[in-house]
Nanobody, 117 residues
Framework: QVQLVESGGGLVQPGGSLRLSCAAS????????MGWYRQAPGKQRELVAT???????NYADSVKGRFTISRDNAKNTAYLQMNSLKPEDTAVYYC???????????WGQGTQVTVSS
């Protein structure tokens, strides 16, 4: 079992930055692929970025060059640095942990990000 707690969301103006954190507990953090997903009102949840245990990263086209995913295994924490934010980035952002060997997924409760002037 893995418990995930997101933090760092909030209201920011277009062009601004936020850093989301996802603190994990309950299992061996380093073996999990960590990911960030988001869901805007009336839309399906979509992938934002993932980072594997060997630090391979993947990004949605819409965030490439603006967002950076990282992890600190010593702190059992994953991060999402979001720069040059746009109103269309407004969504609830969810942290995900996936165990590659079994495909088991765990989700955080989500944190709201609102980009508005």
């Amino acid at each position: 079992q893995v418990q995930l707690v997101e933090s760092g969301g909030g209201l920011v103006q277009p062009g601004g930055s936020l850093r989301l954190s996802c603190a994990a507990s309950g299992s061996i953090f380093s073996i999990y692929t960590m990911g960030w997903y988001r869901q805007a009102p009336g839309k399906q949840r979509e992938l934002v970025a993932t980072i594997t245990s060997v630090l391979s990263t993947n990004y949605a086209d819409s965030v490439k060059g603006r967002f950076t995913i990282s992890r600190d295994n010593a702190k059992n924490t994953a991060y999402l640095q979001m720069n040059s934010l746009k109103p269309e980035d407004t969504a609830v952002y969810y942290c995900n942990a996936k165990r590659p060997a079994t495909g088991t997924n765990y989700w955080g409760q989500g944190t709201q990000v609102t980009v508005s002037s």
